[in-house]
């Protein structure tokens, strides 16, 4: 099973796009790649996640390198709201990692 | 919509007291996980189950039990509480446990080992 990396933090202007990397170098062929987000000591909470393609929903885009050893999660406007703990996974049988501290500032 | 429901949401234990913390999801989902979050940390898996009437060991199994009771529900155990165990419980559950699911996850149980 694949493991992730992740910085630890990063800080965003509020209305700027936010892009967080994560590296899975060693993703296997049929792992997805997912990302969640703690707001926070809520339960995390599924963004969105892909196999190769790049991927869009009303939350986020992920882009996935064509060799898919890894990723860029892009918060298109950051808001306030979107202050959290991002987590990018590979397999749901490994814990989460420390993650990505996004501090949105006004 | 219910969800991913969790009980109790606090907990305070004395050493060596033993409880179960309750998870139950109402979304026919096939498998549910039991992870532990420490300050300042990601979360941990603790266990797993790909299906009714099976479990697995996570990263972190030591001093936890499961049961998984049925589709719906699955607990976790103490047998003998720890103050290292003092952290916040999540339970979470998905549709399927291959290579593509998604994860729901409840509000946590907050727990403290005196």
């Known amino acids: 099973d694949a493991k992730t990396t992740q910085p630890p933090s990063m800080d965003c202007a509020e209305g700027r796009a936010a892009n967080l990397p994560c590296n899975h170098s060693?993703?296997?062929?049929?792992?997805?790649v997912y990302w969640y987000r703690q707001i926070h000591s809520q339960g995390p909470q599924y963004i969105i996640h892909?196999?190769?393609n790049n991927e869009t929903n009303e939350m986020a885009s992920l882009i996935i390198t064509e060799d898919r050893k890894s990723s860029t999660l892009i918060l298109p406007h950051a808001t306030l709201r979107d202050t959290a703990v991002y987590y990018c996974?590979?397999?749901?049988?490994?814990?989460f990692g420390a993650g990505t501290t996004v501090t949105v500032r006004a | 919509n219910a969800g991913v429901t969790q009980t109790p949401k606090f907990q305070v234990l004395k050493t060596g007291q033993s409880m179960t913390l309750q998870c139950a999801q109402d979304?026919?989902?096939?498998?549910m996980y039991w992870y532990r979050q420490d300050p300042g940390m990601g979360l941990r898996l603790i266990y797993y189950?790909?299906?009714?009437?099976?479990?697995d060991k996570g990263e972190v199994p030591n001093g936890y039990n499961v049961s998984r009771l049925n589709k719906r529900e699955f607990s976790l155990r103490l047998e003998s509480a720890a103050p290292s165990q003092t952290s916040v419980y999540f339970c979470?559950?998905?549709?399927?446990?291959?290579?593509?699911?998604?994860?729901?996850f409840g509000a946590g149980t907050r727990l403290s080992v005196l």
């Open positions: 979470a559950s998905s549709a399927a446990s291959g290579a593509k699911n998604i994860q729901y």
């Open positions: 060693t993703i296997s062929g049929n792992e997805y």
């Open positions: 892909g196999l190769k």
């Open positions: 996974i590979v397999s749901h049988k490994l814990s």
């Open positions: 979304m026919n989902h096939n498998s």
């Open positions: 189950s790909a299906s009714e009437g099976t479990t």
